[in-house]
């Protein structure tokens, strides 16, 4: 062999290791979320850090699995990592519930305290179905999205009202409206088909499926940060070599910070948006909100008189 070739050939191997791989990573969102471009970042950061050894793959929308199936997938070890929408687990323990309930946490100050309680807790739940958090990032504060101004909640009565959990469910249904649960990247077919009328999501969410199309006006009554969160098989994490586990661990540190940072840009930046398209963005009235704010009073008393004790815990610690 020439020596041409054999440099030729040592700088193949490194820049591909004999051991590289490749992990999957299902996503809910669509590529112009910000939760996927920061998944996106990570995993370029992942690679970076590796010399390649570990690529992860994003595949976004729902594509490779669908939303529901993604904690699943990666639990049965289909796939390595996920991401998916945290209190959609509600039904499993009201832990992963808390950054939905109405009203609790409505600053990223607050809902960066919540987590931070309630992240020991889910660490250990989560931990029993050999799954290993490794971020979490909040949506922009949820909003309301209606056609026409909402003035007092008894103008929700009988819309058919856009949920995506059990807590929003339960609220749009405290508010008289008619709940029908539809995955984000469905909204703009299920508004155009009339099967809802109204929701209640960020204003990320709303640029995204073009909400000026169907919805007229929009409300910041900043009602809750819910979260995303990645998670990674605690078995497949393990089988990785000590300097990959480490990169990996790095960049999900580095992706909460920056995922945190996008969506407190995004929370003004696309408020903007929905202006700019022709929204009506509005001031709730101090009626609408109060009487919000009494639902989500009803629903935390009905959380506290239910939920276990650490539940219960993660909330005393929270409030005081
Ligand atoms: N967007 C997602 C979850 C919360 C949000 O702001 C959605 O509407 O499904």
């Known amino acids: 062999m020439s020596l041409t070739v054999r440099l030729a050939a040592l700088a193949a191997c490194l820049a591909v290791p004999a051991t ?14 910000f939760h996927t471009q920061n998944a996106r970042a990570f995993a370029a950061d992942v690679k970076e850090a590796t010399g390649g050894a570990l690529e992860l793959t994003v595949h976004s929308a729902g594509s490779l699995f669908p939303h529901e199936e993604i904690k699943g997938a990666v639990r049965s070890m289909q796939v390595p990592i996920g991401e998916f929408f945290l209190s959609r687990l509600s039904n499993e323990d009201p832990a992963y519930g808390l950054d ?22 889910i660490t250990d739940l989560l931990a029993e ?7 979490a990032v909040p949506w922009p504060p949820q ?21 995506y959990n059990a807590q929003l469910e339960e ?12 995955e984000a990247p469905d ?14 999501t960020s204003p990320s969410t709303g640029v995204n499926s073009k909400a000026w199309d169907f919805l007229t006006h929009y409300t910041p009554i900043n009602a809750w940060l819910p979260k995303n969160i990645v998670v990674v098989n605690q078995r497949m994490f393990d089988r990785l070599p000590q300097d990959q586990q480490q990169a990996l661990l790095d960049a999900a540190a580095a992706a909460e910070t920056r995922g945190r940072e996008m969506s407190m840009r995004e929370a003004e930046e ?24 009494q639902i989500g009073d009803q629903m935390l008393s009905e959380l506290r008189a239910n939920a276990g004790q650490e539940t219960v815990a993660i909330l005393d610690s929270f409030q005081n």
Not at 20 to 33: N, R
Not at 129 to 135: T, V
Not at 143 to 156: C, F, K, Q, R
């Open 187 to 200: 909204i703009p077919q299920a508004f155009s088909t009339g099967q809802v009328e109204a929701m209640i």
């Open 143 to 163: 909003g309301l999205y209606t056609n026409g101004e909402i003035a007092t909640v008894a103008d929700l009565n009988g819309l058919r009202f856009r949920a």
């Open 171 to 182: 609220f749009a249904g405290a508010a008289g409206a008619s709940p029908v649960q539809v």
């Open 20 to 33: 590289a791989q490749t992990w999957d990573m299902p996503t809910p969102y669509g590529d112009g979320i």
């Open 100 to 121: 939905s309930q109405p009203f609790l946490a409505t600053s990223y100050e607050q809902a960066e305290a919540l987590w931070q309680a309630q992240k020991p807790v």
């Open 270 to 293: 696309m408020t903007q948006a929905l202006a700019d398209n022709g929204i009506t963005v509005y001031e709730p009235s101090d009626e609408l909100l109060s009487g919000l704010q």
């Open 129 to 135: 179905q050999g799954l290993m958090p490794l971020y």
